[in-house]
């Protein structure tokens, strides 16, 4: 008879880590690699077609791994900071969850990205330090600044990243590349959902009031998504072949986030009464170009 208590064996040292120097060195890890083998389907490190590349080519990708592994890494602290702003609103038991696994799944991506950064440069990294500090309004109620930040999290940055982590899939032919960023994007239409699932929850039962809280803070997420956007690349060409790799060039990154604003944001937020005219306008042909 099986006892549906009995613990699983799971071996100390995962087969294949995904960078054990990140690692304490103790029992603990044989649990962590339990959480990253949750949903994820393995990589095929091996696959890398890193060969064909130029020195400054690895150099560029690895840059933008870096910065990639930052962003993962600081948004460990973001849900983690977003999963008390719930608590104190008395979120939903599934809400609750669901954002307390997204910041698993982030401690994930960024072990994914310190591997490729050691696939490009051959350096073993552990993640820029990065610490994520939302908005704190002491004036709002608490379930105003739960909607605020969720807004500001999920509805906005996490939706607008399975938009371009889609369009960076496209592109992209280097095999192991293309499987850790649908590993990726994977999680983060999760991350999306979460968002709009609550916020949604939070206007079925309180109405205007929740709609008025969201639509003051839609510009200032926009915005503060859009500085991400804005930010200078690191140097080196966006070359065919750094393509292939999953480099997009900032130019293909701004009218992205045009279209996502008009496209997918704004429609989402109208659905649910929620104050935004008027919000794709700064975005517009020039600022693509600038």
Avoid at 36 to 65: F, K, Q, Y
């Amino acid at each position: 008879m099986i006892d549906p208590l009995a613990r699983e064996e799971v071996p100390t040292a995962a087969p294949d880590a995904t960078s054990p120097w990140w690692l304490s060195g103790t029992p603990l890890e044989a649990e962590h690699h339990r959480l990253m083998r949750r949903r994820n389907a393995d990589i095929p490190w091996d696959a890398t077609t890193v060969e064909v590349l130029s020195a400054g080519e690895r150099a560029r990708l690895g840059a933008t791994w870096r910065r990639r592994a930052e962003a993962e890494y600081m948004a460990v602290s973001t849900f983690a900071v977003l999963a008390l702003d719930l608590v104190s609103a008395m979120a939903p038991a599934d809400v609750l969850s669901l954002c307390m696994r997204a910041g698993i799944d982030e401690v994930r991506h960024a072990e994914l990205c310190l591997r490729m950064i050691a696939i490009y440069t051959g350096a073993h990294e552990d993640p820029p330090p990065a610490m994520s500090y939302l908005p704190d309004d002491e004036d709002r109620s608490p379930r105003d600044q739960a909607i605020a930040n969720t807004l500001l999290v999920s509805c906005v940055s996490e939706t607008y990243a399975t938009t371009v982590l889609a369009a960076t899939r496209e592109l992209t032919t280097d095999p192991t590349a293309h499987a850790v960023l649908t590993s990726i994007y994977s999680d983060e239409v999760m991350h999306a959902r979460l968002g709009w699932a609550y916020l949604r929850h939070a206007i079925d039962r309180h109405g205007d009031e929740v709609r008025a809280a969201a639509g003051r803070m839609v510009p200032i997420a926009v915005r503060g998504v859009a500085n991400v956007v804005e930010r200078e690349r690191p140097d080196g060409e966006v070359t065919a072949a750094v393509r292939a790799h999953g480099l997009m060039t900032p130019g293909e990154e701004r009218a992205i986030f045009a279209r996502f604003l008009r496209a997918v944001l704004m429609p989402g937020l109208e659905a649910l009464g929620v104050p935004c005219a008027g919000l794709a306008d700064p975005y517009d042909d020039a600022w693509i170009a600038a």
